[in-house]
């Protein structure tokens, strides 16, 4: 069973890439800045979250070259993954829901 | 090695590309914000974390976790080996010995005992009829009983007979002689056969008067015809008689005793023919078993039994089994007995590499116990050990392959004529996969021991170890006596009088073609004769219709041979007499002594003369108490008498084993018909008799086909399949006993070495080396000695399966087991005296100092 924060990672990653295909270092930027640092995770965390989306075929990857000339590995949703998003977004919406009414009712 | 590299290690490389890829592009962001490269790259790695942590995180998930394991196990075994290149060698050609000899052997008998006939559903096929041991030595059914069991028989879908198969001419533009067969029209259709182009033969042709067709084998369609598949409905010439081709037989056909043949035509069945047999077979219904099948047989063979001519009569039982016994019922045995004697050695050779690793693991215990130390699990040892021996395993595989291919073609090479299949024989998948699957059963066995030993105590190891050198010793001992009582067999086979002199004899067989009208075929033989005579260097010639010591005699019930004034014996009483049709010079040919009277001359052949030379044992028995010379016996129907004016000398006409039989001469007039033995005793080289032969026969019929061969060849093929199976089980037993002497020496030795200490302190307190050489004998002793007692009992279990394998294993062969025994016991000995004596020789002060 993957950790919570390793569940939290992967959700953020789908999320990244609902915008668009994007190379590693370019799902890294987007998280830090809309997580707006709260989330913080060291970049090399990265690769191995990705590797094991891919590996549950919730991503793809392809090597593409980018516009400034460089080799970079550029990953994309798969539908499987596009249906994970979708389930986690709902659970994650459901259970902060939850925990928001908790919350208020224990105040 | 290379793909499973890339295999393993194609993502990990992109991971790492990847990161490097992430820190370039933070680095130029960071550049971009104005710092300086080296700051900018410095800070991109902090950002990162550490790189070489994650790159093995994934690398590892990707490396597939067991393979990479076994990779690793493969590779250090390997390292070992390398390391050990004597105990690698001397492992795997033991295991090449034993696997080599297994794969040879079973590519044999895999064709005797296991595969399947080229008959769908074959385990359906059963031969059916009755068994006369006076006629013949496989079971037949008269015609009459054949159509009324087909008629009535009820475990049978279908029945179908196979009458014979003779020589028959194809009279075309450039004539050729071919093999015709003789089978009903159920036959394929029985065997579950069709024709791969054309049609079965129907009922309405096996009918007297119906159409005359053949159905042609694959080989003639391929040699002559050119595969054309115009073939069908062609007409040829056989024998002066049109016959229209209406198939062709697939290119696996064969025929139940697996006899070459060129055509099958439709044998004419019909119930007046008496004293004509055919082999009769019959598919199985579904469920039903060839007992079932022969009780539900039994009440209507009783019924034929009754119309039986009476010599039959009596000893006549029922015989329903399956075809695949019935084909190879002669080799079964042989085959048996091979595969248990090979199985043996094979054992032999794992016991040997079970010794060798356990000694092996003995001397690394040392290095097991560091790398569990470091983490290794118990689980993890066991692995790489086992690991080890499979890979011990596969390479004695494949040098074992490589050693049956060799040993195959040396097998076909000696092999005698006539054991089934031998010919079909190869390396095929089937038997490499076997191969396969004992090395890896092989590897398991021995690796099994020093595995699991990795953490038992010594002295469990020390009881494995003797256990084995006990095991070798038996399953020697079994070898060693089978090979024994063979060898004694042949050896007292190839002793057997008999009766004749066989040096210096040659002899011709030819059978005259169809064409022959018998005014020809007596004009042939009133010419041959004159010109053997003639023949320079000849010393004695004769032409006979069959030959000793074996085959072709033939035979008329003893009852028919009554004596003038005495009443007939009873129809059937008494069995068989054979006799042989002989011309004058026959006596001398063979040197068969004439005990009394004399034996034929010129005018005994003319017409009316019936002269008979009686056999030793059968005048014996028609006149026990009087002289036979004069007697008038043997009435023809015709009422006329045979006069005896001679008895020879009883002579070997049933092979080496079997009893004697009777058997009288007949004298030839002119003719033999169409088949006959020349003999010729010369004493020239047999090869340039031969050759005049050749040319005397060839003067007379140039197209005549002529068998030549020394009557010394001829007994000699007597004995072929026993010196065979002897030669093969003696190569058994001299590998079984190297690898026994092997096994014995490795061990001792590895105990000299181990005990070297103690040793050392036995002679510091006085143990002479005498003492210390006792020692390990006396521990050698006790295990051989298990070894021998075990074996004992073994052998005389495969004693009972030797004797099968040939009809004469005379008396107990207790010397043979005593033979065995010693030799040993002095192996053992001296496998042992060498070790033993390094250890005499042990110097206490060296081996103190050591520790």
Redesign the interface.
């Known amino acids: 069973m993957a950790s919570s924060l390793e569940r939290t990672l992967d959700l953020l990653i789908l999320k990244t890439l609902h915008g668009g295909a994007h190379h590693g270092f370019g799902i890294t930027v987007p998280i830090q800045s809309v997580s707006e640092g709260l989330v913080r995770v060291e970049e090399g965390s990265l690769y191995p979250a990705l590797d094991r989306l891919e590996r549950a075929k919730l991503v793809k990857a392809k090597w593409q070259t980018t516009p400034n000339g460089r080799r970079a590995r550029v990953y994309s949703f798969t539908a499987a993954g596009r249906k994970r998003l979708g389930a986690a977004e709902e659970s994650w919406t459901a259970l902060a829901r939850g925990v928001g009414k908790v919350l208020r009712f224990a105040s | 090695m290379n793909w499973l590299r890339r295999l393993i290690h194609h993502?990990a490389d992109?991971?790492h590309?990847?990161?490097e890829?992430?820190l370039?592009?933070?680095a130029a962001m960071n550049a971009e914000m104005g710092m300086p490269p080296a700051e900018a790259r410095s800070r991109a790695r902090r950002?990162?974390?550490?790189?070489a942590?994650?790159e093995e995180?994934?690398r590892r998930?990707?490396a597939l976790p067991w393979l990479g394991s076994v990779a690793q196990d493969i590779g250090y075994a390997l390292r070992c080996f390398g390391r050990s290149p004597g105990f690698t060698l001397a492992a795997v050609l033991t295991m090449a010995l034993g696997i080599g000899a297994a794969t040879a052997v079973f590519s044999v008998v895999d064709r005797i005992l296991f595969r399947a006939l080229p008959y769908p559903d074959a385990g359906r096929l059963v031969s059916v009829g009755m068994l006369a041991p006076a006629a013949d030595t496989n079971e037949f059914l008269p015609v009459e009983a054949y159509l009324m069991f087909r008629r009535r028989q009820t475990p049978f879908v279908r029945m179908a007979s196979f009458a014979f198969t003779s020589g028959c001419d194809l009279t075309e533009t450039n004539p050729v002689r071919l093999r015709c067969t003789q089978v009903d029209a159920d036959y394929l259709t029985t065997f579950g056969i069709r024709p791969i182009v054309g049609r079965n033969f129907t009922p309405g042709e096996d009918v007297p008067g119906g159409p005359k067709v053949a159905l042609m084998t694959y080989g003639l369609w391929m040699s002559r015809f050119a595969g054309d598949r115009g073939i069908i409905g062609r007409t040829l010439a056989v024998d002066g008689q049109p016959i229209t081709v209406i198939g062709v037989l697939p290119r696996d056909f064969e025929l139940f005793n697996l006899s070459p043949t060129d055509l099958l035509v439709p044998a004419v069945l019909l119930p007046n023919q008496s004293g004509r047999v055919v082999r009769a077979f019959g598919r199985l219904k579904p469920g039903v078993t060839a007992g079932q099948a022969r009780a539900a047989l039994a009440p209507l063979f009783e019924e034929s039994r009754r119309a039986m001519w009476a010599p039959f009569r009596s000893g006549a039982s029922l015989v329903v089994r399956p075809l695949r016994d019935r084909q190879v019922w002669t080799v079964r045995a042989t085959s048996w007995t091979l595969a248990i004697a090979v199985a043996l050695v094979l054992l032999l050779a794992c016991a040997n590499v079970a010794n060798l690793l356990l000694a092996r693991a003995a001397g690394r215990r040392r290095e097991m116990a560091v790398r569990q130390a470091l983490g290794a699990s118990r689980a993890r040892l066991a692995r790489q050990t086992l690991t080890e021996s499979l890979l011990l395993a596969l390479g004695g595989a494949l040098a074992g392959c490589s050693l049956a291919w060799a040993l195959l073609r040396f097998f076909i090479a000696i092999a005698p004529d006539g054991i089934t299949r031998l010919d079909q024989a190869s390396l095929d998948a089937r038997v490499l996969a076997f191969a396969a699957a004992i090395s890896m059963a092989a590897g398991l066995f021995f690796g099994l021991a020093p595995a699991l030993q990795a953490e038992t105590n010594v002295r469990a190891a020390g009881l494995v170890r003797h256990g084995l050198i006990t095991a070798q010793i038996a399953g020697s001992m079994v070898l060693l006596t089978g090979a024994g009582l063979l060898l004694r067999t042949l050896w007292s086979l190839e002793r057997v009088p008999l009766g004749m002199d066989t040096e210096r004899v040659v002899a011709a067989h030819f059978v005259l073609s169809r064409g022959y009208t018998p005014a020809r075929s007596t004009a042939f033989f009133d010419q041959l004769e004159p010109r053997l005579n003639r023949m320079p260097g000849a010393a004695a010639a004769a032409i006979s219709d069959s030959l000793p010591p074996y085959g072709g005699i033939m035979a008329t019930p003893y009852s028919l041979l009554n004596v003038e004034g005495r009443p007939r014996l009873p129809e059937g009483a008494g069995g068989m007499a054979g006799y042989r049709t002989i011309t004058p010079g026959y006596f001398a040919v063979l040197g068969i002594p004439i005990l009394r009277g004399r034996g034929f001359r010129q005018q005994d052949r003319a017409p009316g003369a019936a002269a008979i030379v009686l056999g030793e044992a059968l005048a014996k028995r028609l006149f026990p108490h009087e002289d036979p010379i004069g007697k008038r016996m043997f009435q023809s129907p015709d009422g006329a008498w045979h006069t005896v004016v001679g008895v020879a000398a009883d002579v070997r006409n049933n092979g080496l084993t079997a009893p004697q039989s009777l058997e009288y001469y007949l004298a030839a007039n002119h003719s033999l018909g169409n088949a006959a033995y020349v003999l010729v005793r010369s004493p020239l080289d047999p090869q340039a008799v031969a050759k005049m032969l050749r040319t005397q026969i060839a003067g007379l019929d140039a197209s005549l086909p002529v068998d030549v061969q020394t009557l010394r060849e001829r007994v000699g093929k007597l004995t072929e399949t026993p010196r065979f199976s002897a030669f093969l089980l003696s190569g058994f037993a001299g590998a079984g006993l190297i690898l026994a002497a092997i096994g014995i020496y490795g061990v001792i030795a590895f105990q000299v070495n181990q005990r070297a200490r103690e040793i050392g302190v036995r002679t510091a307190l006085g143990a002479t080396p005498s003492d210390v050489a006792k020692l390990f004998l006396w521990d050698v002793g006790r295990w051989t000695g298990a070894g021998l007692v075990l074996g004992l009992a073994a052998s005389l279990a495969a004693q009972r399966l030797i004797a099968t394998l040939l009809v004469v294993a005379r008396g107990n062969g207790r010397w043979t087991f005593v033979a065995a025994a010693a030799i040993l016991s002095g192996v053992a000995l001296a496998a042992s005296y060498i070790p033993s004596r390094r250890a005499a020789r042990i110097d206490p002060a060296r081996t103190l100092r050591t520790e």
């Not at chain 2, 950002?47 to 790189?51: I, K, L, Q, R, Y």
């Open positions: 993502r992109e991971i590309e990847e990161i890829c992430h370039e592009m933070r950002a990162f974390g550490n790189a942590l994650i995180d994934v998930i990707h």
